[in-house]
Nanobody, 115 residues
Framework: QVQLVESGGGSVQAGGSLRLSCAASGRIFRINTMYWYRQAPGKQRELVAGITSGGSTNYADSAKGRFIISRDNAKNTVYLQMDSLKPEDTAVYYC?????????WGKGTLVTVSS
């Protein structure tokens, strides 16, 4: 069974930074793409960023220039460095992997950005 555990959320003021981590554990041989999603109150969950095992990345327009996704393949861990945070970044952040035909999600970590 695959488990994902996020950490690093918290409360910051606008302009601040946070670094999220998500560690995957269980019967994992190799993870292809790892993702960060977020869900703000009253809104649908949206993709923030993704990174392949080779290091190719993609970002939502709202994250470009402010967030950086990275990963440590040896640790099956994905990170999200978030800088210049805005109140509209307030959301629960989830990591996701697709592994052997199934999607696995973490339980999420809350990020609150105050103005």
């Amino acid at each position: 069974q695959v488990q994902l555990v996020e950490s690093g959320g918290g409360s910051v003021q606008a302009g601040g930074s946070l670094r999220l981590s998500c560690a995957a554990s269980g019967r994992i041989f190799r993870i292809n793409t790892m993702y960060w999603y977020r869900q703000a109150p009253g809104k649908q969950r949206e993709l923030v960023a993704g990174i392949t095992s080779g290091g190719s990345t993609n970002y939502a327009d709202s994250a470009k220039g402010r967030f950086i996704i990275s990963r440590d393949n040896a640790k099956n861990t994905v990170y999200l460095q978030m800088d210049s945070l805005k109140p509209e970044d307030t959301a629960v952040y989830y990591c996701k992997i697709a592994y052997i035909g199934m999607d696995y999600w973490g339980k999420g970590t809350l990020v609150t950005v105050s103005s």
